[in-house]
């Protein structure tokens, strides 16, 4: 389906006039940042201003995540806090849209307990985002309902990018695999897989425009294709198209399933120029008789394989990953396989959560003996072993010549500029400002635990 935004003008007048800002906050992954330039782009056309700044904005968007629990805390204490605003200002519009919204106790929740929101939208409903903002803003109708997750793709739908090097195109859509402590299957639909043309021609024009770095989205980008009934084209044959667009420089993707990297885009990964030399293989949990009651389809021997393959094909690919602890009735044991698995891959960068229960999903049923303080306390175990390794790993590093691509200043460090080698470690290191946006030779010259030290050379 192409987006067509035929409310454009019509509001468009109004807005202006208003001189009416925006500030989006968004929660959870990459798929929702995606989303919210999606949002940023839609209400650009129409008129609005951006103003990142909740407290003086007209229009607060909040794009949320339900993967675990204490984002819906976050959003309801957010909408409390600008009840106020919202009823004694005039102008001032609240919208909720995002993974929660496809949840139906949240949206009786908003209805009972915050019916002052504007708008409240679902997880595939952007093509009606605008005349939804048209009917809040210059009729004073509200709209807080449930819409169901269609089959249908949303495409050319406007879109604002926060970085101008660096981009990130969703390749597909929702989830098949239902793993039993996630939600998002529930609130993302099923797989739907971009048109390689669509995803193409999108990354052509950010090419044109000078982008350097492409980031591919889905929850498990290796199954693109899959639900392809016309054409025979999977994740390793969009991987090589890409690799063929002038311009872009360094690709990336996230996330891939473990039960689903198969041999083809090993191959893949060694012969390219552009694919970066840093992949995100979310693991969960080392134990097989967890990963079992996860769903997840793979062994801890079978992971460890897909490594071993991994740094066969190239030896300075590093790995990050997601570690859940704490599922439920996790042994001290099973615990342990974990750290096992951690300690064989050293991993670069660990993205670790306490197990979170999730109201519909099948981990949800089971009774759980492990008590709250014991999951804290795995979390700070496996916490501590990240950190004691990593030293030794950025170590290694040492003396490497790497391309980097110069983002812009270093936030933290006035005198130095930041960017990040193929292995994503983020690297600072003196340089002009007609440097950013080029992809220097960067050789480093000292760790700092959280970055890397260098200079061009
Ligand atoms: N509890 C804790 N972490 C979860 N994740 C997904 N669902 C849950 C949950 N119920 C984590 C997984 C996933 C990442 C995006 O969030 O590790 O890879
Ligand atoms: Fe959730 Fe599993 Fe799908 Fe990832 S692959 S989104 S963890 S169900």
Redesign the pocket.
């Known amino acids: 389906m192409r987006f067509v935004n035929s409310y454009s003008d019509k509001i468009k007048k109004y807005v202006i006039e208003n001189n009416l800002t925006y500030t989006i906050d968004t929660m959870g992954c990459q798929m929702n940042e995606n989303d919210s330039n999606k949002y940023s782009g839609i209400l650009e056309s129409m008129g609005f201003k951006r103003e990142n700044n909740e407290k003086k904005s007209n229009l607060i968007l909040f794009n949320t995540c339900c993967v675990r629990e204490n984002a819906e805390n976050t959003l309801f204490g957010r909408l409390g806090y600008l009840k106020n605003r919202r009823l004694k200002e005039e102008n001032v519009f609240l919208v909720v849209v995002g993974c929660m919204t496809q949840q139906k106790h949240i949206l009786e929740k908003i209805k009972i307990s915050y019916p002052f929101v504007d708008i409240v939208l679902g997880t595939s409903a952007m093509s009606i985002f605008p005349q939804k903002l048209y009917d809040a803003i210059l009729n004073h109708k509200k709209s807080i309902e449930y819409i169901d997750i269609g089959n249908e793709i949303e495409e050319e739908v406007p879109i604002i990018y926060e970085d101008k090097y660096k981009a990130s195109v969703s390749i597909i859509y929702g ?1 098949n ?3 039993s402590y ?1 939600i ?2 529930y609130v993302r639909g099923r797989e739907r897989s971009r048109r390689p043309e669509d995803i193409l021609k999108d990354i052509k024009t950010l090419a044109k425009n000078g982008y350097k770095e492409i980031m591919l989205l889905g ?2 980008v290796n199954s693109y294709g899959n639900d392809f009934k016309d054409i025979d084209y999977n994740f390793s044959d969009l991987l090589q198209d890409v690799e063929k667009i002038e311009g872009i420089e360094i690709i990336r993707f996230m996330s891939p ?1 473990p039960k689903d990297f198969k041999d083809d885009v090993i191959e893949v990964i060694k012969n390219s120029k552009k694919i970066a030399r840093q992949i995100h293989l979310p693991l969960q949990s080392g134990s097989t008789n967890i990963l079992k009651q996860m769903n997840r389809k793979y062994s801890k021997e079978q992971y460890l394989e897909i490594v071993e393959k991994l740094k066969k094909a190239d030896p300075s690919i590093s790995f990050s990953t997601d570690i859940i602890v704490g599922f439920p009735n996790e042994t001290e044991e099973e615990f342990l396989e974990t750290l096992d698995v951690v300690k064989k891959v050293q991993f670069d960068q660990i993205y670790m959560f306490i197990y979170s229960k999730r109201k519909g999903t099948r981990a949800a049923t089971i009774e759980d003996k492990v008590t709250a303080e014991e999951k804290v306390e795995r979390l700070e175990r496996l916490k501590k072993l990240y950190e004691k390794m990593l030293p030794d790993l950025n170590k290694k590093l040492i003396g490497n010549k790497y391309k980097v691509l110069v983002e812009g200043k270093s936030k933290n460090n006035e005198n130095f500029f930041t960017g990040r080698t193929s292995q994503n470690k983020v690297v600072i290191f003196k340089a002009e400002k007609e440097d950013i946006g080029k992809i220097k030779d960067v050789k480093i010259t000292s760790e700092h635990l959280w970055y890397l030290k260098g200079e061009i050379v």
């Open positions: 989830c695999n239902f793993c996630c998002v299957p929850q498990n399933h």
